[in-house]
């Protein structure tokens, strides 16, 4: 029985699974871009051939899939622990602070995990876990129906907007410090889910 040789047969008798190579593109994705990560770059790092990772990953889309896949639950069990206990303004400032972090700390796992997913994966990826959170926040506030839908969207685009602002440098060179905004910015949405008027019915036709 032909059990390998060289550098490939040491990856398969140390375990070379999908579970491990997509922790590896997570990291490599921190390290150089999402848009990096493919099967190619993998091997290459591992020194083995882009063949013999074809029996765990399929392809590079399977594989920056897993990394989305990854990063979601990541974000979605680091919310859950901050949320713990909390309320109102607190519990939306650690559940925002998580965003943040998790996004300077990995910029490519973060990018993984706006990646576009099919439905049948959203729908059983973390991201449910991210929206019940969100929505748990806002019925602190006493928002429901598509109150509380205008203001999950609302919240997500100012999260990721100014992360993703953050990390591309926007505040290197001015001031007041980027955490003093941050700062304000969660206070003024504080006191807009506070103030928030519930919709008084469907928006007019144009």
Not at 123 to 137: F, K, P, Q
Not at 147 to 156: F, I, M, N, P, S
Request: negative net charge; proline residues 3%; charged residues 20%.
């Amino acid at each position: 029985m032909t059990t390998g040789t060289g550098r490939e047969g040491r990856m398969a008798r140390v375990g070379l699974t999908a579970e491990r190579l997509t922790l590896a593109a997570a990291d490599l994705a921190d390290e150089v871009g999402f848009a990096e990560v493919t099967l190619s770059a993998l091997a290459r790092q591992f020194d083995v051939k882009v063949a013999s990772l074809y029996a765990h990953v399929p392809s590079s889309g399977e594989l920056r899939t897993r990394v989305a896949l990854l990063a979601l639950e990541e974000m979605a069990d680091l919310a859950a622990s901050a949320l713990a206990g909390r309320a109102g303004r607190d519990a939306l400032t650690a559940f925002a602070d998580v965003y943040r972090s998790y996004a300077s700390e990995h910029p490519g796992r973060y990018a993984a995990a706006h990646l576009r997913l099919d439905a049948k994966t959203a729908t059983n990826s973390a991201g449910v876990r991210h929206a019940e959170m969100m929505r748990a926040i806002l019925r602190g506030y006493e928002l429901t129906g598509d109150d509380q839908t205008h203001a999950v969207r609302l919240l997500g685009s100012v999260f990721h907007g100014y992360v993703t602002l953050e990390l591309g440098g926007s505040f290197d060179h001015s001031s007041p410090d980027p955490q003093v905004s941050w700062s304000r910015v969660l206070d003024s949405l504080d006191t807009l889910l506070r103030g928030w008027t519930a919709t008084a019915g469907p928006p007019p036709r144009s």
